[in-house]
């Protein structure tokens, strides 16, 4: 019996040991505001994702952070861990006297180990080409996303020194100007870095849909050809890492944020808060408590947490809304605990109906809205992003009913042999050939 048992432990670790041999190079692909319909309806026209599909395994759907945000969902797929143990709660920071456009994009933001930094501890080659919080960040290459801060601040902080002249010339025919925004061109500068040193891991980041699910919501000309863009910088990507002849030793992912909302209303929370004289003038730190606003959800803050009668005027404030139940419902702390949220706030709203946040004090505090959001608490179809990988290792025609953004870093761990503790998330069994 003990002599089976050490046999059949041989044969298991042997088999991992294959894989982990086979798997040199991970490449994850993020789709800001990627949904689960893009590759499984063809019309979307995502040729590439979806051979991918094809080749290996897919999520029905992929439950996001809260908020469904772009900065904590792409900090929780690189750290495997929620917001309130990461660090990064939105995508701007929440300041008490009036935002001054203060955003967590540096890698110091994080405070857990991340993906890039167990690759780097193994000697790896890791690049991060405009991922959220992302500069500084322990890697040989990067372009980091850095917000409205401008093209000075990316160029800064994008390494090795020089690179950005370096994809001028080399790349862009020397051109002034890279259109970051263009998914196809930060497809031919991954390509580039492909060519050049063949990372063994690289994360890269596309944007160019969610910014037109925000002009137009779910559907509509300009997101279904920005679709198709970010299908065909996926496409760029994949040649690339053929032509330098690794294609068989790397799994590729393609995952995404968060889902999109329609939305049809919009509200204002901290209006009804000025009304009560809960609100003077915040830039003068004449408050007692306020909402920040994050798209699909909102979250108040009380300027001293022992107040338990603002808290309270607060509740009663909500209570007395017209028509409340059908805009919003209450994220209490319980709920924030359980789903890991950011510990600071009291409570949370998130929106219902199609209604989104905003963070105005004067004016209507409900009014038509329109366009897509996201933000919201992340329990349901519209607002679950996807995933798809193919690659050596990982089961073909595997189909994973629902995951979560925190499992893709202890999948990456395990195929490329990582160390990762503490992770909340775990490798999806379907994911992997048995």
Same mark, same amino acid.
């Given at each position: 019996?003990?002599? #089976?048992?050490?046999?059949?432990?041989?044969?298991?670790?042997?088999?991992?040991?294959?894989?982990?041999?086979?798997?040199?190079?991970?490449?994850?692909?993020?789709?800001?505001?990627?949904?689960?319909?893009?590759?499984?309806?063809?019309?979307?026209?995502?040729?590439?994702?979806?051979?991918?599909?094809?080749?290996?395994?897919?999520?029905?759907?992929?439950?996001?952070?809260?908020?469904?945000?772009?900065?904590?969902?792409?900090?929780?797929?690189?750290?495997?861990?929620?917001?309130?143990?990461?660090?990064?709660?939105?995508?701007?920071?929440?300041?008490?006297?009036?935002?001054?456009?203060?955003?967590?994009?540096?890698?110091?933001?994080?405070?857990?180990?991340?993906?890039?930094?167990?690759?780097?501890?193994?000697?790896?080659?890791?690049?991060?080409?405009?991922?959220?919080?992302?500069?500084?960040?322990?890697?040989?290459?990067?372009?980091?996303?850095?917000?409205?801060?401008?093209?000075?601040?990316?160029?800064?902080?994008?390494?090795?020194?020089?690179?950005?002249?370096?994809?001028?010339?080399?790349?862009?025919?020397?051109?002034?100007?890279?259109?970051?925004?263009?998914?196809?061109?930060?497809?031919?500068?991954?390509?580039?870095?492909?060519?050049?040193?063949?990372?063994?891991?690289?994360?890269?980041?596309?944007?160019?849909?969610?910014?037109?699910?925000?002009?137009?919501?779910?559907?509509?000309?300009?997101?279904?050809?920005?679709?198709?863009?970010?299908?065909?910088?996926?496409?760029?990507?994949?040649?690339?890492?053929?032509?330098?002849?690794?294609?068989?030793?790397?799994?590729?992912?393609?995952?995404?944020?968060?889902?999109?909302?329609?939305?049809?209303?919009?509200?204002?929370?901290?209006?009804?808060?000025?009304?009560?004289?809960?609100?003077?003038?915040?830039?003068?730190?004449?408050?007692?408590?306020?909402?920040?606003?994050?798209?699909?959800?909102?979250?108040?803050?009380?300027?001293?947490?022992?107040?338990?009668?603002?808290?309270?005027?607060?509740?009663?404030?909500?209570?007395?809304?017209?028509?409340?139940?059908?805009?919003?419902?209450?994220?209490?702390?319980?709920?924030?605990?359980?789903?890991?949220?950011?510990?600071?706030?009291?409570?949370?709203?998130?929106?219902?109906?199609?209604? #989104?946040?905003?963070?105005?004090?004067?004016?209507?505090?409900?009014?038509?809205?329109?366009?897509?959001?996201?933000?919201?608490?992340?329990?349901?179809?519209?607002?679950?992003?996807?995933?798809?990988?193919?690659?050596?290792?990982?089961?073909?025609?595997?189909?994973?009913?629902?995951?979560?953004?925190?499992?893709?870093?202890? #999948?990456?761990?395990?195929?490329?042999?990582?160390?990762?503790?503490?992770?909340?998330?775990?490798?999806?069994?379907?994911?992997?050939?048995?």
């Amino acid at each position: 019996m003990k002599r #089976s048992i050490l046999l059949a432990l041989v044969l298991i670790l042997g088999g991992w040991a294959a894989r982990a041999q086979n798997v040199k190079h991970v490449v994850i692909i993020t789709v800001d505001g990627f949904r689960p319909d893009f590759y499984l309806d063809s019309s979307w026209q995502a040729v590439h994702i979806r051979q991918l599909m094809a080749e290996g395994t897919y999520a029905k759907g992929v439950n996001s952070v809260f908020p469904s945000m772009t900065y904590p969902s792409h900090t929780t797929i690189v750290t495997g861990v929620q917001p309130a143990r990461h660090g990064v709660y939105y995508n701007g920071m929440y300041e008490p006297n009036g935002s001054t456009g203060k955003s967590y994009w540096n890698d110091s933001s994080i405070k857990v180990r991340t993906i890039w930094k167990a690759a780097q501890d193994k000697g790896m080659k890791v690049a991060a080409l405009f991922w959220p919080v992302s500069a500084d960040a322990p890697v040989q290459y990067n372009i980091p996303d850095i917000g409205g801060m401008g093209e000075t601040v990316r160029e800064k902080y994008s390494k090795p020194e020089g690179f950005v002249d370096e994809l001028r010339k080399n790349v862009f025919n020397g051109e002034a100007k890279i259109e970051y925004g263009h998914d196809v061109n930060v497809g031919k500068i991954a390509a580039y870095v492909i060519k050049k040193d063949q990372p063994n891991l690289m994360t890269i980041h596309l944007f160019s849909v969610d910014h037109f699910e925000h002009q137009q919501g779910r559907d509509g000309e300009l997101v279904r050809a920005a679709v198709r863009g970010a299908d065909s910088a996926v496409g760029i990507i994949m040649d690339a890492l053929k032509d330098a002849g690794v294609w068989k030793e790397t799994v590729m992912i393609v995952t995404g944020d968060h889902g999109f909302v329609d939305v049809k209303t919009s509200v204002n929370p901290n209006i009804w808060l000025k009304q009560a004289g809960l609100i003077t003038d915040v830039k003068t730190d004449n408050w007692k408590a306020q909402f920040f606003s994050v798209g699909g959800s909102t979250y108040l803050y009380l300027k001293d947490r022992r107040d338990v009668a603002t808290l309270d005027a607060v509740r009663r404030i909500l209570d007395t809304v017209s028509n409340g139940k059908q805009l919003f419902r209450m994220i209490d702390r319980k709920k924030l605990d359980a789903i890991g949220g950011n510990p600071e706030v009291e409570f949370a709203l998130s929106g219902e109906n199609g209604t #989104s946040f905003g963070n105005a004090m004067t004016g209507d505090a409900v009014k038509p809205g329109h366009g897509g959001s996201h933000g919201y608490f992340p329990d349901f179809f519209e607002i679950r992003t996807g995933f798809v990988a193919a690659g050596p290792g990982v089961r073909k025609g595997g189909v994973i009913k629902e995951m979560s953004e925190r499992d893709t870093a202890p #999948s990456v761990a395990r195929l490329l042999g990582l160390d990762m503790p503490g992770v909340e998330g775990k490798a999806p069994s379907e994911l992997f050939n048995k």
